[in-house]
């Protein structure tokens, strides 16, 4: 499954460029798990402008992230607390209540999945502009290193 997942990422940013950068990046922020990192290096390596890449990649990544947010805030609460229970579930709230704006940068700039903070940032009502924020500055730095890598060894 996830060979397949990844060849549909390479065929969409080989024959869709940008958009393709776009998609792969958006829908990351939300359930898929091949991160775009690779994705973003590989484009620029074939010809793609880095800045312009890293930007359509944080776009997309951001509002993957916010559509994540939003369904973390309308689904998550009940599940969370099924899953998890209620003891638990105060302890994840507590967490991102004091260590929320940080928890989204470090998801944004690591390899800690991104979607699981998204998630959790709504699941537990983190103020958006902070979360956008957050996720926006740590997102763009971490793209512009791997698309300038790409570039750097492709054409």
């Keep these: ?71 973390g805030l309308i689904f998550g609460e009940p599940l969370t607390k099924k899953l998890l229970g209620e003891k638990n579930f105060l302890k994840g709230e507590a967490f991102m209540n004091r260590y929320g704006v940080f928890a989204v940068l470090l998801g944004a700039l690591t390899p800690v999945p991104f979607k699981a903070i998204c998630w959790l940032a709504g699941i537990f009502e983190m103020p958006r502009i902070p979360f956008l924020l957050a996720a926006f500055i740590g997102r763009l730095p971490r793209f512009l290193v791997f698309a300038y890598m790409g570039s750097m060894f492709g054409y």
Excluded at 40 to 51: D, E
């Design 1 to 71: 499954m996830f060979e397949s997942l990844e060849l549909w990422a390479k065929n969409l940013v080989e024959h869709y460029g940008y958009i393709g950068i776009f998609l792969i990046s958006f829908s990351e922020s939300i359930v898929q798990p091949v991160p775009p990192d690779p994705f973003i290096a590989g484009g620029t390596a074939l010809g793609l402008n880095p800045l312009i890449a890293s930007l359509v990649a944080t776009l997309g990544s951001v509002l993957g992230g916010l559509t994540a947010h939003t369904l």
